[in-house]
């Protein structure tokens, strides 16, 4: 289980997003989700038509997701590509992700471009069983 | 937390305020602009303060508001020998810039066919969500391009020496060094040359209105007239900067912990400026200012083909020319003069302008020319206009004045006050209009979820900085 909301007026001139999870793995999933909600408006409607797969090592769990998350971006801007469908596994200090998703093209209505996540109040927490990731991005 | 006035526009945060401050913290802007201004940038400018080698005083314009680690219109110089450079006192887009070019054309020309010049823009300039380059090149001429910027763009045909000219650093920056770039970087800058973008960049297609010469003398001699066209717009160094921003903070954040530096926010990770690792991004930085350079005069050529298609006349002979581009997100070598001793110093300009006096080596051949101080070009919102200035006395700024007017609410609240398709309806009854990629786009840039720009030009003319030379106002506009 996951979810985000945009935080309203932390990030004035850009955007910052909660999400909670209920696993370290959801809760990157979450992220990504986020992240793609924020520029795409139907990501319910992006097809699987690309697979891509991402491998990350940091000596942290926010350092992991800042390189997970600016990856995607990386994704979207040099091949155009944009997902749906992700899955995650973090193992200590490694990540191993597969994202399914298509070309940007006029199907896929546009709100607005994400250039890079920030460290700015980037943080991952644990609260009992849940996890919570925090971070603002820069559009 | 006190803040002392010194003046009328300058107010001070005295060094005990927080533990590790080096310097005060001046911010300038009239009482109203303090008064309103986003508390976090107290915060955040303070934490500048507190930078190994920063020289003076933390600086906070009257444009400002809060940003990761510097705020947005924070200026800060630091010791070339002892000091650090920093990343997130420069900023993501790095170079991000705002350009002018002038028409020899008049507004009642222009309003009938505003519709079609707008949509013949959108067109051929990409903006928006993944804007795709139409700009043929190979890795090879790519790092050339990150060599020498605008040169390199004028060399390829777009544009010509004269651009050049009334460019800042003549459209190159020497110290670029494509090696220290990743291949990350090189593969998105490959596939947005020559586009706009989303979020405040934009190309804006504006004209004096009546009153809108504030220095009839120097407007006279600049040949600007109420009536008269002229086109600006703002984008930077796209996602190339972006990712050579974001492959820094993280190398300069893990490097910082071996120099020892004490960071108050992680997006202030700072390492000495004459270190292996400051001299890499410094390299880097510039390979991202010449991206800048050429990707401005890539779009300048197309607007000027776009003005060729549209009036059926070559674009000299629709009186085309660059007035001037000015960057706000760079750090820059300056030599200033401290204690009547002349020194050089690294300034960090994020969401800041460079603005030289008339005798400054750097004041640019169309200020010099006329016994001027240098240009800035302040743009405002889409809908309230944007104001050129020219400078007086910086030396209180280190050579630095204000970019822009500076959101006062977030893009999320923008848009809860405002439908995208509202807004266009409203700008369109009062003669502006507007082609965006996105309605929610273009409802999160709404005119009231900026600063008054009038306040900010008035501030910073009190502040005896910039003088205002003409207000421009908006008849078109592409956003992505």
Redesign the interface.
Known sequence: MRKFV??????????AIDVEATSLNELFIGCAEALMHL???NTEEIEDKKEIKIEEKANSYY?LL??FL?DL??Y?????L?FSRFSVRIDGKKLRATCKGDE?GKKY?????V??????N?YIRRKGKKYFAHF?V?? | MELKKISNVVWEIEKGYKEGMLVPARIIGTEEIINNL?KEVFEQITNVATLPGILEYAIALPDA?????FP?GGVAAMDLERGVISPGGIG??INCSVRLIRTNLRVDEVKPRIKELVDTLFEEIPV?????SDVKISKAEFLEMLKYGGKWAVEKGFGTEKDLDNTELKGTFEDADPRFVSQ?AI??G???LGTI????HYLEIQYIPEGGIKDEEVAKKLGFEEGQVFVMFHTGS??FG??V??DY??KI?SASKKYRIKLY???L?AVPFNSKEGEEYYKAMGSAVNYSFANHQIVMHKTRKVFEKIFKSEWEKLGMEQVFAIAHNRATIEEIELNGKKMKVLVHRKGATAAYPKDHPRNPKITKNIGIGSLALIGGSMETGSYVLYTLDSSSTFFSTVHGSG???????AKSQINGKDLFESMLKRGIYVKS??W??LA?EAGFAYKNIDMIAEAIEKAGISKRLIKLLPLGNIK?
């Open positions: 945009f935080a309203e007026d932390e990030a004035i001139a850009d955007v520029m795409i408006e350092l800042y390189k600016n971006i990386y979207k801007d040099a091949y155009r944009i940007l209505k546009q709100i607005i471009d250039k890079a996540v920030t460290m700015h980037l603002v820069d559009v | 986003d508001h809060s940003g990761y680690g947005i993501f887009d928006g969500v993944g804007a795709k990350k593969d998105r490959i596939a947005e973008g989303s979020g405040n796209r996602g972006h990712q921003a974001s903070i993280e954040l926010d992680r997006e990770a959101r006062t609410m977030s893009r999320a609240k990629a996105s929610s786009g999160e992505g």
